[in-house]
């Protein structure tokens, strides 16, 4: 079984500033999708990003990019020019496509991001 | 972009009564949609999967009489707590997959359950 490990339960960040959030997973899989979403104290889960496995170059969305780097299964999320609207929890998080669109997201425990004026 | 609501947002019920959640895609058909619970602090825990016009797939330790799942539409899914306890207070979320060939989920914006 896919597992997904955040090992960044809580952490800080000055506005402005540059943050990464790490996040590792195992599988034997070679092709599945990661992602990046992001739960504010509203608790609406919102897409941050999305990888596929197959592509070498790591997405970019505007401020938010990852690192992913297939050989160690790591997948990290920075986050640059912090914004006091990014406060809030991330969750790291695998698809295997096998079984079409019935497989479900494989979640981490998440980290609680806080950005500090 | 896609959306998907949830009626009721809060709700509060009386210890042995049941209480429905519907979750509903609004702008597109959801092949398959998933039910979580979460706890404070906590990440998000998939209860089970569902599709249109089958019986839903429920995860290990959730039990299937107590939360019953309906994915009568394509648009619609509603989850049935039956029997309310304390203990089934907790906050559910639902989400929706557009399509078998699309990975990407949405969710709705979650349930809060106060059973007294």
């Known amino acids: 079984a896919q597992t997904v490990t955040q090992s960044q339960p809580e952490m800080s960040v000055q506005e402005a500033e540059t943050v990464t959030l790490s996040c590792t997973y195992d599988t034997s899989e070679s092709n599945y999708y990661l992602f990046w979403y992001k739960q504010p104290p509203s608790r609406q889960m919102i897409l941050v990003i999305r990888q596929e496995a197959y592509k070498q170059q790591n997405a970019t969305e505007n401020r938010f990019s990852v690192n992913f780097q297939k050989a160690a299964k790591s997948f990290s999320l920075k986050i640059s020019d912090s914004q006091l609207g990014d406060t809030a929890m991330y969750f790291c998080a695998f698809m295997n496509p096998r079984n079409s669109g019935n497989t479900p997201l494989v979640f981490g425990k998440g980290t609680r991001l806080s950005v500090i004026a | 972009g896609a959306v998907v609501s949830q009626h009721p947002s809060w709700v509060i019920c009386k210890s042995g009564t049941s209480v429905k959640i519907e979750c509903r895609s609004l702008d597109f058909q959801a092949t398959t949609m998933f039910w979580y619970r979460q706890f404070p602090k906590q990440s998000l825990m998939l209860m089970a999967t569902?599709?249109?016009?089958?019986?839903?797939?429920?995860e290990q330790g959730v039990e299937k009489d107590k939360f019953l799942i309906n994915h009568a539409s394509l648009t619609l899914s509603t989850l049935t707590v039956t029997s309310a306890h304390p203990e089934d207070s907790s906050f559910y979320i639902c989400?929706?997959?557009?399509?078998?060939?699309?990975?990407?989920?949405?969710f709705g914006p979650g349930t809060r359950l106060t059973v007294t």
């Open positions: 989400s929706a997959r557009i399509r078998a060939a699309s990975y990407e989920q949405y």
């Open positions: 569902s599709n249109e016009g089958s019986k839903a797939t429920y």
